[in-house]
Nanobody
């Protein structure tokens, strides 16, 4: 079994930056596909970004492309989400997720989930 623990959330002003981390434990290696999702109050959980095993392929939602960067350090079993130029509409609980196989943007296809970290962007 894999446990995922997010950290790095907080309160930031619009235009600011945050870096989220997701540490995987419980196995000797992280899932091959790692992703970030987010869920705002009253809304469904939505895809933000994903990365493959060696980091040479990344995928982004249109709403964050050019502002967010996903990366991973397999030696540390950790995935990161660098968030720049944050907007109030980025406010949400951010979840780390993992799966095997091919990258997808579908919530239900991910096997492993963290507990989430709150990101609040003030205007």
């Amino acid at each position: 079994q894999v446990q995922l623990v997010e950290s790095g959330g907080g309160l930031v002003q619009a235009g600011g930056s945050l870096r989220l981390s997701c540490a995987a434990s419980g196995r000797t290696f992280s899932p091959s596909i790692m992703a970030w999702f987010r869920q705002a109050p009253g809304k469904e959980r939505e895809f933000v970004a994903a990365i493959n095993w060696n980091g040479d392929s990344t995928y982004y939602a249109d709403s964050v492309r050019g502002r967010f960067t996903i990366s991973r350090d397999n030696a540390k079993n950790t995935v990161y989400l660098q968030m720049n130029s944050l907007k109030p509409e980025d406010t949400a609980v951010y979840y780390c997720a993992g799966k095997g196989g091919i990258p997808t943007r579908t919530v239900s296809s991910y096997n492993y989930w963290g507990q989430g970290t709150q990101v609040t962007v003030s205007s």
